[in-house]
């Protein structure tokens, strides 16, 4: 005999299975004398139940809508405040330069006066709009190397050692 | 030609303030109900029912309509429930819903009625003591058993609601008539 089908019973009973399905569970039933007592005693439940049906406290509706309207209305106006548009955007643009102040204070460290070397690279490093210049720049330098050289070529006409 | 739930949720989404009003009349006598069958108290039912119309409208947008609206909102109203079923189990150990897990064993321990089942009033407290079985069930399998006596949905209905599969819904329904039917004859036997 095929498994019992003891959890298609309800859905057979309320005529829910397909009829392939259907078709087993009955003809197990035919086969099945334990099934078929479950079938009866399920039925005689079901009905039981469906009869019995406890109906709740009555409720005053139109207070209940009332009441209903007021926790509406309390739970927008706990949200309100920082919940529309404007202070949200404002909040996460304050978040934004807060984060950005943070990051930017930690990777910008002041160089103290007692280490030169950090202290000229500081210097460099606020002026580095230069360096979009750099073909000027460049040109300077040639050009402090053309005054060096004048001014040897001056030393040597006068006698000096260069 | 009045409109349909689902055309109701759609503009309660857009935050029509007449159609969320239409909403509740429609299924407020059905929300309570279905909530004071799962916790079995008036106030918590009202809370809880109130509290699921909140959520219907701050979420109607989320309703995509592949399912029925009923559907839908019974599976806000049945989770509602079960959470507070369960937060009142984590707080009150000692209650009575301590065994709402423990099923049949908690069923075959309950001490048997003391009224003739045969003459009406007998038999109006053997329906009591049916139904308070079935408040005695665990949460899911309570539920499961409502939708479908109650509510008269659909094992496929209430797979959804209870966001299951169907086979899981019949096993629960099988354990429920189960200890349901053991109650029963408990009842017979005194």
Redesign the interface.
């Known amino acids: 005999m095929a498994k019992h089908p003891e959890t298609d019973l309800v859905p057979y009973l309320r005529g829910e299975l397909p009829p392939a399905e259907r078709e087993r569970v009955a003809r197990h039933l035919d086969e099945c004398p334990d099934c078929r007592q479950d079938t009866d005693q399920l039925r005689e439940l079901l009905g039981e139940l469906s009869r019995s049906i406890a109906e709740p406290p009555a409720v005053n509706w139109a207070r209940y809508r009332a009441e209903l309207r007021e926790k509406l209305e309390a739970r927008r106006g706990r949200r309100a405040w920082w919940w529309q548009p404007v202070p949200l955007a404002l909040a996460t643009s304050l978040a934004g330069v807060l984060l950005f102040v943070a990051v930017w204070g930690v990777g910008r460290q002041v160089p103290t006066a007692g280490d030169p070397v950090a202290f000229e690279e500081a210097a460099i490093g606020r002026n580095l709009g230069l360096l979009e210049q750099y073909q000027v720049v460049e040109r300077l330098d040639l050009l402090e190397e053309d005054l060096d050289f004048m001014s040897d070529l001056d030393g040597l006409a006068a006698g000096r050692p260069g | 030609m009045e409109p349909s739930d689902e055309a109701l949720c759609q503009r309660v989404a857009k935050r029509d303030v007449a159609a969320f ?1 239409l909403l ?2 429609r299924y ?2 059905r929300a ?2 279905l909530a ?2 799962i916790v079995r108290d ?1 106030e918590d ?2 809370d809880l029912s ?2 699921a ?2 959520r219907l ?1 701050e979420s109607a947008g989320s309703f995509g309509g592949r399912s029925k609206f009923s559907t839908w909102f019974y599976r806000i109203v049945v989770n509602l429930c079960l959470d507070h079923k369960r937060k009142r189990r984590w707080w009150k150990p000692w209650a009575g819903d301590a065994a709402d897990d423990q099923g049949e064993s908690f069923l075959e321990r309950q001490p048997a009625p003391v009224t003739d089942p045969v003459d009406e009033l007998g038999r109006e407290q053997t ?2 003591d ?2 308070a079985a ?1 408040d005695r069930l665990a949460p899911r399998q309570r539920a499961a ?1 409502v939708l ?3 509510e008269e949905l ?3 209905e209430i797979a959804e609601v209870l966001k299951c599969s169907e ?1 899981t819904v ?2 629960h ?2 354990r429920a ?1 189960n200890a ?2 053991k109650t ?1 004859k408990n009842m017979e036997k005194r």
Do not use: C, N
């Open positions: 009003e509740v009349e407020q006598g309570y109900r004071w069958s008036p039912a009202r109130q509290e119309f909140i409208h329906m009591k049916l139904w079935v058993v479908q006596v109650q659909a094992t496929y086979a019949r096993v329904l099988h008539m349901l039917k029963m």
